[in-house]
């Protein structure tokens, strides 16, 4: 059974930093493609951030994330994260950690098999 754990979300100042932590088990974590998704309240879930599986060797970013945000894994502890910087207050959501076995990642949230339940961040003005 596939299971992901999400961590390191908070209320932080806008300008601020936070790390996201997403914990996986019950799958061959290194073949998974690896993402984040957010919703924030009223809006639909939209895409943050993917990386290909394996070395994790190619890596894509909604705009809004592109050059604050960084996508990782660490395949020895199953573990892959997004560090975010210079955090700004639209980026309040709650933010979920998804996998899959297709080869390369998507930008559609119904094309993801796995769902962690999801981290709050809050980023006050």
């Known amino acids: 059974q596939v299971q992901l754990v999400e961590s390191g979300g908070g209320l932080v100042q806008a300008g601020g930093s936070l790390r996201l932590s997403c914990a996986a088990s019950?799958?061959?974590?290194?073949?998974?493609?690896m993402g984040w998704f957010r919703q924030a309240p009223g809006k639909e879930r939209e895409f943050v951030a993917a990386?290909?599986?394996?070395?994790?060797?190619?890596?894509t970013y909604a705009d809004f994330a592109k050059g604050r945000f960084t996508i990782s894994r660490d395949n020895a502890k199953l573990t892959m994260y997004l560090q975010m910087n210079s955090l700004k207050p639209e980026d309040t959501a709650i933010y979920y950690c998804?996998?899959?076995?297709?080869?390369?990642?998507?930008?559609?949230?119904?094309?993801?098999?796995?769902w962690g339940q999801g981290t709050q961040v809050t980023v006050s003005s």
């Open positions: 019950g799958l061959s974590f290194a073949s998974y493609i």
């Open positions: 998804v996998v899959d076995r297709k080869v390369n990642p998507t930008t559609s949230a119904t094309e993801w098999e796995f």
């Open positions: 990386i290909t599986r394996w070395s994790g060797a190619s890596t």
